[in-house]
């Protein structure tokens, strides 16, 4: 049973930071790349950023580039956000998700709220 476990979300002033993380279980989590989308009030989930299994290469939303950056560490089988300089407009649930199977699997989601 794939379980995806967001952490780390929170209430953060403008220009401040946060580190989410999600711990995976339930597949071979150093064969799948991962990914990051978020969801705003009243908007479409986007996608944040990608990572692929051996983090080799990753790819962010123009939104978010050179202020977030997707990390894992498969020893730990979790894959991290690292988000500085947050902006009001980044809030948001924030959920980790795999691809697993031909079925994409989602996490509870993390609340991240970016406000003065």
């Known amino acids: 049973q794939v379980q995806l476990v967001e952490s780390g979300g929170g209430l953060v002033q403008p220009g401040g930071s946060l580190r989410l993380s999600c711990p995976a279980s339930?597949?071979?989590?150093?064969?799948?790349?991962m990914s990051w989308y978020r969801q705003a009030p009243g908007k479409e989930r986007e996608l944040v950023a990608t990572i692929t299994s051996t983090g080799g290469s990753t790819n962010y939303a123009g939104s978010v580039k050179g202020r977030f950056t997707i990390s894992r560490d498969n020893a730990k089988n979790t894959v991290y956000l690292q988000m500085n300089n947050l902006k009001p407009e980044d809030t948001a649930v924030y959920f980790c998700?795999?691809?697993?199977?031909?079925?994409?699997?989602w996490g509870q989601g993390t609340q991240v709220t970016v406000s003065s």
């Open positions: 998700s795999a691809y697993v199977t031909s079925t994409r699997y």
């Open positions: 339930g597949f071979t989590f150093s064969s799948r790349g």
